[in-house]
């Protein structure tokens, strides 16, 4: 039985030519800034989000996190939605790590922040208060269904933000799902905020990474901070040459990504007893919820068991991600699957 594997894009494994990049990638000491890969891989990234410069980094994680350690001091308040990857799958990092006090706004289901109740969580001036420093958007947004925010709706927010003294952080784990499913070039998505992350490790199919990427004066201090955190690698060009690759050729494809998605959500709408909401499907990741006679874990649990994965990101909901390695024909007998088991619950609830 073929394994349709739903949980996430990071899953995707590297191409053939990114194979062959790594193995002849050339190669130097990047904490010397010698890797001629790294190197290249970070003017690439600066170059196309139009940012001054980008940093090399092991993960999203260590990314969101340098960007918070550079622009705050421990007491100050951030402010982000409260389903920001960086709030619930972080491992409280900003707290643990960074000292900051993560002050939350309720997102909206499409990943937007409400700009009144952003304004109100601004602190002002006052002795008892903690200083606000940060805001922290996410594009797109992973807990809200891999919705998109718009370059309008990005600079209306920023400007709100900078108005106010405060520092931008877009995390743009799957920014490039924002940029081809909006159809506008990824740097005009990017150009409000003061830094941006994204991952190569995710639907761009490479094996490890994330950019962080800037002005030259943040980028700087930000290398700093990934050399306390132990991320000061080597020879890592091996690693950035599959990156360059992710850049290069695996941007376009995620329309697919996204086709496959919008395929699965409405497949799904036609199973009785699943809720879903395909209008609600911009990228690719799909959110649904199972005949309400099944607990959600063991629906997925059920689910896996005839080879469909799937995860959950808590309460009712199941997560489907599509990526590069499932295709349309393989999405229909995903769909055949759940059908077969939607059925078999219904018939024992009887
Ligand atoms: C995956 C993800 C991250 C973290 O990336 P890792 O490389 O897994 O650490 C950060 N933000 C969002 C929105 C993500 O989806």
């Not at 960007?67 to 900003?94: D, F, K, P």
């Not at 991952?199 to 950019?211: D, E, M, N, R, T």
């Not at 689910?303 to 349309?328: D, I, Y």
Request: aromatic fraction near 4%; charged fraction near 20%; hydrophobic fraction near 40%.
């Amino acid at each position: 039985m073929k394994i349709i594997d739903l949980r996430s894009d990071t899953i995707t494994l590297p191409t053939e030519d990114m194979r062959r990049a790594m193995y002849e990638a050339e190669v130097g000491d990047d904490v010397y800034k010698e890797d001629p890969t790294v190197n290249l891989l970070e003017e690439l990234a600066a170059r196309m989000l139009e940012k001054e410069a980008a940093l090399f980094t092991a993960s999203g994680t260590m990314s969101n996190l340098i960007a918070i350690l550079t622009y705050t001091r421990h007491g100050n308040e951030i402010i982000m939605g409260s389903e920001a990857h960086m709030l619930w799958a972080e491992v409280g990092s900003a707290s643990a790590l960074g000292g900051v006090v993560m002050r939350t706004v309720p997102n909206e289901q499409d990943g937007r922040l409400d700009l009144g109740m952003v304004e109100q969580a601004i602190r002002p001036e006052n002795i008892h208060f903690p200083r606000t420093t940060l805001l922290c958007l996410e594009n797109t947004h992973n807990r809200c269904g891999g919705t998109v925010l718009t370059p309008e709706y990005t600079s209306a927010i920023a400007e709100l933000a900078h108005q106010h003294g405060l520092r931008v952080h877009l995390d743009g784990a799957r920014i490039f799902n924002a940029a081809v499913a909006l159809d506008v070039p990824v740097s005009e998505l990017v150009a409000p905020a003061d830094s941006v992350c994204f991952s190569l490790s995710k639907g761009l199919s490479a094996p490890v990474g994330s950019l962080l990427c800037g002005t030259q004066e943040f980028v700087a201090k930000a290398r700093k901070w990934r050399k306390m955190l132990g991320g000061g690698m080597r020879q890592v060009g091996i690693i950035a040459a599959a990156g360059i690759i992710a850049l290069q050729k695996m941007v376009a494809r995620l329309a697919e990504d996204h086709a496959t998605a919008r395929h699965l959500a409405y497949g799904l709408a036609n199973i009785p007893g699943i809720t879903v909401h395909p209008d609600r499907v911009q990228t690719n990741i799909v959110m649904f919820e199972p005949p309400i006679t099944i607990p959600t874990p063991e629906f997925i649990q059920r689910s896996n068991a005839r080879g469909v994965r799937s995860g959950s990101p808590g309460g009712r909901r199941v997560r489907a991600v599509t990526h590069r390695m499932v295709t349309k024909a393989d999405i229909d007998e995903a769909l055949n699957r759940i059908e077969f088991l939607v059925r078999e619950i219904e018939s024992e609830a009887h």
